[in-house]
């Protein structure tokens, strides 16, 4: 185990495992206080989150981040990735998060533009010094995520893949 086990974290990793397919696990943090071990997870079969039974999974801003990311398409249950993080020290709940790949569903970057605004609105969250529609010039996205720490605090989790370089005609002349 890489946490301390508690009755609540058992129960949740014992209903994540009769539903789902663990993806990978990890440990971050600075500090033994901080440190948190993250469990990842696609589900097996296509269920809705609530039938998990984890109550952290029916929070409204996770099923509200859904229906902004996804907005109405189908796209493959392996679309939708899910992390509990616990913390190591005491073994409590200390976030969830869910991220949606953005190849599985299909959506042109001004259309996922508009997602992140969407989110970003929706959420209350910080807005970047750059606008959406220029930060995907800069690479193609790969996942879109939203996560709530202990307090249902929300975060958004941005992953990019990079666009291939292309060096400019200006440049390649001097070569």
Same mark, same amino acid.
């Given at each position: ?74 796209f493959p249950q392996h679309a939708v990735l899910m992390s509990l993080g616990f913390g190591l020290s005491a073994g409590q709940l200390s976030s969830?998060?869910?991220? +949606? ?24 969250? +910080? ?9 995907? $010039? ?22 990019? $893949? ?14």
């Amino acid at each position: 185990m890489l946490f301390r086990s508690t009755n609540d974290t058992d129960l949740m990793l014992e209903r994540l495992s009769l539903r789902t397919v663990l993806v990978s696990a990890g440990l971050e943090g600075s500090t033994l206080s901080t440190a948190t071990a993250k469990v990842y997870w696609r589900v097996a079969n296509a269920i809705p989150l609530a039938a998990l039974g984890l109550p952290h999974l029916k929070k409204a801003e996770l099923a509200r981040f859904l229906s902004v990311a996804v907005e109405g398409r189908r796209f493959p249950q392996h679309a939708v990735l899910m992390s509990l993080g616990f913390g190591l020290s005491a073994g409590q709940l200390s976030s969830v998060k869910l991220d +949606v790949c953005a190849h599985c569903i299909r959506r042109t970057a001004s259309d996922w533009a508009k997602a992140l605004s969407q989110c970003q609105r929706d959420f209350e969250l +910080v807005h970047l010094p750059l606008p959406w529609t220029e930060l995907l $010039k800069a690479g193609e996205l790969a996942f879109l995520g939203l996560g709530l720490d202990g307090e249902s605090k929300p975060r958004l989790n941005v992953y990019l $893949k990079p666009m291939p370089f292309r060096r400019s005609e200006e440049h390649t002349s001097e070569l």
